[in-house]
């Protein structure tokens, strides 16, 4: 795994760099008046990946009676495939578990084989399909669950 990134809460003034970083990487991103909602919530949690003086990705979460449903996860394209995503979503899963949540879940797009796996390696486990969840391009979604 790699140690020359860090991992740490959201502030106000990430937003507009992981605002860009969604809409570089999702069809249908937040906005950034999403992440600054999300942020000022008690049971929602976002942390980002900072290598350097750059942000290099993000990840959310929210609460939901002891359920921490991932809502977003997202790494800049030339920064993937090298660990960064699995340390930001451990760090994630860490601050959850300190928030109250006691099993996670998300939901990838089904042909998004690189997540996939990689919330495999994190104990996430396939638990059924969303028919037509994502839109642009219209697509199914695996529901993936780590209890």
Do not use: C, H
Not at 90 to 97: D, I, K, R, S, V
């Amino acid at each position: 795994m790699n140690t020359d990134v860090t991992i740490r809460p959201m502030l106000d003034a990430d937003v507009p760099v992981v605002a860009k970083i969604e809409e570089a990487t999702f069809s249908m991103p937040w906005s950034a008046d999403d992440f600054y909602d999300m942020i000022r919530r008690d049971n929602m949690t976002y942390m980002v990946a900072q290598t350097g003086d750059t942000i290099i990705g993000g990840a959310g979460m929210r609460n939901i009676a002891g359920d921490g449903e991932i809502t977003n996860v997202a790494i800049l394209e030339e920064y993937r495939g090298r660990g960064y995503g699995k340390k930001l979503l451990t760090a994630l899963l860490e601050e959850g578990t300190k928030m109250g949540a006691n099993a996670f879940t998300l939901e990838v797009r089904i042909s998004n084989t690189p997540a996939i796996r990689l919330y495999e390696s994190l104990g996430f486990v396939s638990e059924g399909v969303r028919p037509g969840f994502y839109e642009r391009p219209k697509e199914d979604a695996l529901i993936m669950w780590k209890r």
